[in-house]
């Protein structure tokens, strides 16, 4: 079966084509993916510093159909020839999903072929299957994005169970916020661990949020106000050099961060006996927590799992594997009802 995936959750519009005679056949999940094409808008909200939800909507409406025809001439196939659509109907933002969604449905009943809203998350979660070492079912999803940070148990395809989330700011907003606090340009997470690597250990002590909570939910709003404090108390009259003093308390930030993140990770291991850990996301691109779990797994004994780097961020390849796994479960939308999107949806009810 070859799938279509169409994702515009947020700022990046990804469209992809997805074969399952690999995944079927029990072969390397990658080696599925026929075709792909991204557009990424971060350019066009950099100059306001943040998503601007309208600008954000009309682009994807700019983009789809070039985007369309080069993910279908990458794969060499005629539009004819897929068989099923996926798109992300949420959670994100509503006009952006609209687009999508919009855009699927139409192409499907075209086409007079079956279609399947996709859980943005879901497509996050599944998309390390995609990877060379990818994970066998059970085990643990850390969830790490921008408006995102849940761990879940995955006992298979639709088959989630929470464990624990963000109680406020997820660590992407995190990493965001403390970008603006030391100047850095939207968006600021890639930034700041690229500040984070110059930074000299041990200059701040930043609180670790929740981290003796005695449950696996997260905060990172207290982080971020430390940092805020700290920027607060540096004065233009300091000897201190202002470049080490934003890359120091960068490194303590990052620091904090990951270790919150891998702590409450090998906790969950340790309490559910699984031995496999997932990380997926856009944060999941990380190196300094993609080191720090490697090194905890290592000495507790377990694996962690990530999807390719370049599938780490909104893509529609995500979108097309998710669907066409949903659609080999037997599900589909539901005739020609009219379309609709979901900007809140919990994913243990997907």
């Known amino acids: 079966m070859i799938v279509l995936g169409i994702e515009t959750s ?54 789809v159909l070039p985007l369309l025809e080069q993910a279908l001439d990458e794969a060499s196939l005629p539009l004819e020839s897929i068989d099923a659509i996926a798109y992300t109907q ?87 916020k403390t970008a603006k606090l030391l100047g850095l340009d939207y968006p600021g997470g890639a ?58 308390l960068a490194h303590a930030f990052v620091e904090s961060l990951v270790d919150v993140l891998v702590q409450k990770s090998a906790k969950v291991i340790k309490q559910t006996g699984y031995r496999d850990l997932v990380l997926a996301g856009g944060v999941g691109a990380n190196k300094q927590l993609r080191a720090a779990l490697n090194a905890r797994a290592q000495r507790d004994q377990f694996q962690v799992h990530y999807p390719p780097l370049q599938l780490c961020t909104d893509n529609g390849v995500m979108i097309a594997f998710a669907g066409a796994l949903r659609l080999l479960a037997g599900h589909q939308d539901g005739g020609t009802a009219a379309f609709d999107v979901k900007p809140r949806w919990d994913l243990t009810a997907a």
């Not at 207290?222 to 300091?238: C, E, I, M, W, Y």
């Open 90 to 176: 949420g959670p994100g933002l509503a006009g952006a999903l609209l687009v999508g969604t919009a855009f699927g449905r139409s192409l499907a009943l075209a086409l007079n072929k079956p279609s399947i809203g996709v859980h943005h998350l879901e497509g996050h979660l599944l998309s390390p299957l995609l990877g060379e070492s990818a994970p066998r079912f059970p085990f643990i999803a850390l969830l790490v994005s921008g408006g995102h940070t849940q761990l879940m148990a995955v006992e298979g395809v639709g088959q989630y169970e929470l464990l624990g989330e963000t109680v406020d700011d997820a660590a992407g907003e995190a990493f965001d």
């Open 191 to 248: 930034a700041v661990s690229l500040l984070a690597e110059r930074g000299k250990p041990g200059r701040f002590d930043l609180p670790r949020p929740m981290l003796h909570s005695g449950d696996l939910d997260f905060s990172f709003s207290g982080l971020k106000t430390a940092v805020l404090n700290q920027v607060n108390r540096f004065s233009p009259d300091s000897p201190d050099d202002k470049a080490q003093f934003d890359a120091d």
């Open 10 to 63: 947020c700022d990046e519009t990804g469209i992809a084509v997805y074969d399952t005679k690999n995944w079927e056949a029990g072969q390397a999940a990658g080696l599925g993916i026929l075709g792909q094409a991204l557009h990424s808008q971060v350019a066009m909200h950099r100059e306001y510093g943040g998503v601007v939800p309208e600008l954000a909507s009309r682009d994807h409406i700019r983009r």
